[in-house]
């Protein structure tokens, strides 16, 4: 079993910056991939960013390459470094992890572990 909690949500100007993080409890196996998803009203959930720690690898949904950079703070953190921030990043921002990342990432279906979420709203 793996505990997700999720901080650094908040309220920011567009072209400001926030970092989330997602802390993981024991079970280090079932929480080798981290990522991160977000959930905007009245659309579906989508991958954001996954770190798959054994190795290091990175992952990044398109639509943030280049403004968003997921890291690895100490075994059981992951944080997400969010810069240039858009009104229409405006989402619940969620942290799930699953033993593995592969080129799937981004499917919500292959994560087991989700967090509680942490609203990251960004005006204009």
């Known amino acids: 079993q793996v505990h997700l909690v999720e901080s650094g949500g908040g309220s920011v100007q567009a072209g400001g910056s926030l970092r989330l993080s997602c802390a993981a409890s024991?079970?280090?196996?079932?929480?080798?991939?981290m990522a991160w998803f977000r959930q905007a009203p009245g659309k579906e959930r989508e991958g954001v960013a996954a770190?798959?720690?054994?190795?290091?690898?990175t992952y990044y949904a398109d639509s943030v390459k280049g403004r968003f950079t997921i890291s690895q703070g100490n075994e059981k953190t992951v944080y997400l470094q969010m810069n240039s921030l858009k009104p229409e990043v405006t989402a619940m921002y969620y942290c799930?992890?699953?033993?593995?990342?592969?080129?799937?990432?981004?499917?919500?279906?292959?994560?087991?572990?989700w967090g509680q979420g942490t609203q990251v709203t960004v005006s204009s």
């Open positions: 024991a079970d280090t196996y079932s929480s080798n991939c």
């Open positions: 770190f798959y720690i054994s190795g290091g690898s």
């Open positions: 799930a992890a699953r033993p593995w990342c592969d080129g799937g990432w981004y499917d919500t279906t292959g994560f087991r572990y």
